[in-house]
Antibody, heavy 117, light 110 residues
């Protein structure tokens, strides 16, 4: 069955950097768009970035554009999110998920990123 | 990109039906048939309930249905059950690669 496992969440100071990973299994990873979605504590869902199966199409929410970089390694069935210049309002649980016709069917359990001094 | 508008709360008794609205604009909900609905129970990852306005992923009961009229999409839950109590979020494609979510609706089963 489909499994998505995020890792890399941590406590980081404002202005710092962090790299999240998402290990995928149970499906043909390279065939699927993948997305990062985050949820601040007690708040709603916010899309962050998504990438096509081959990596040639990439999109970012305005809130992270220029600071975050999404990438994937299809040989390793892995998705990444490099986060730089982190701010307090980036504090959230970050989920990776598959993306199919702009709906996310399969989700990981999430990884918590806390940005605080 | 402004968030889609959802009522903060909705409720219904077991067995009843409840409808949750999701209002956007002609640039998102009204402009594309890419509206999705998610159910999120406390401290869990969201679960896709509806995609492309009205399609159900395998395993989602047909008690859950989606529709759209103009700039407003709706999720209807029929035959309410206790474990339907959760937060529900809508999302839509908004053009130029953008997505947008609603603020969420807390559904209470009375």
């Amino acid at each position: 069955q489909v499994q998505l496992v995020e890792s890399g969440g941590d406590l980081v100071k404002p202005g710092g950097s962090l790299r999240l990973s998402c290990a995928a299994s149970g499906f043909t990873f390279s065939d699927h768009y993948m997305i990062w979605i985050r949820q601040a504590p007690g708040k709603g869902l916010e899309w962050v970035s998504y990438i096509s199966g081959g990596g040639g199409a990439i999109y970012y929410a305005d809130s992270v554009k220029g600071r975050f970089t999404i990438s994937r390694d299809n040989a390793k069935n892995s998705l990444y999110l490099q986060m730089n210049s982190l701010r307090a309002d980036d504090t959230a649980v970050y989920y990776c998920a598959t993306l199919h016709y702009y709906g996310s069917r399969d989700w990981g359990q999430g990884t918590l990123v806390t940005v605080s001094s | 990109q402004s968030a889609l508008t959802q009522p903060p709360s909705a409720s219904g008794a077991p067995g009843q039906s409840v409808t949750i609205s999701c209002t956007g604009t002609s640039s998102d909900v009204g402009g594309y048939d890419y509206v999705s609905w998610y159910q999120q129970s406390s401290d869990k990852a969201p679960k896709l309930m509806i995609y492309e306005v009205s399609k159900r992923p395998s395993g989602v009961p047909d008690r859950f249905s989606g529709s759209k009229s103009g700039n407003t999409a709706s999720l209807t839950v029929s035959g309410l059950q206790a474990d339907d109590e959760a937060d529900y979020y809508c999302s839509s494609y908004a053009g130029s690669g953008n997505l947008v979510f609603g603020g969420g609706t807390k559904l209470t089963v009375l």
